[in-house]
């Protein structure tokens, strides 16, 4: 079974490298440009630059139909960019750039988190300590699940939610 799966795999991995690198994302992009241009123009013995503007429409599926394929081996050029295009390449680009923009910037690092759950810890201590000194007891903090855990009693539309307040960058 490790087997089958294999190759779905390495494509996925190539997928997250691939969508994860603008450079490359763009590059593609202009690699299958030409390359498309190239082959279409042997195929439909069309001039280089009416061949590279060919593949930029029907990637773009703007299709003009100023130039289109006659032969069954354009249109199978034509179909294999244009699914190529809509399904995988336009796609990557359009996530990479939204992920860029929702990046949050006011987001705790995990060395703050861990920072702030020591000094929790070491307040808590202290407040034990106090607390031992006046003869109070002091009850011990209820467990709970964390907010975002599968199966919480928390709705599922507020567990991401945050409070509202931002804390000053430094």
Known sequence: ???LLLPFRLIYRGLVWFANSPRTLITSYLVMIVVAG???SHVEHKSG????WWAVVTASTVGYG???PTSWQGRTLA???ISTMVLLVIPL???????RLIVDD???EHDEQEELKADVRRMRALLEELAARQGISVPEPERREPVNAPGSEVPLWERSARSGRRRRRR
Do not use: G, K, Q, R
């Open 1 to 3: 079974m490790e087997l």
């Open 38 to 40: 190239i082959i279409y």
């Open 49 to 52: 630059v009416d061949s590279v």
């Open 66 to 68: 100023d130039i289109s």
């Open 79 to 81: 179909a294999l960019l």
């Open 93 to 99: 680009i359009t996530a990479h750039f939204a992920s």
């Open 106 to 108: 006011d987001a705790f």
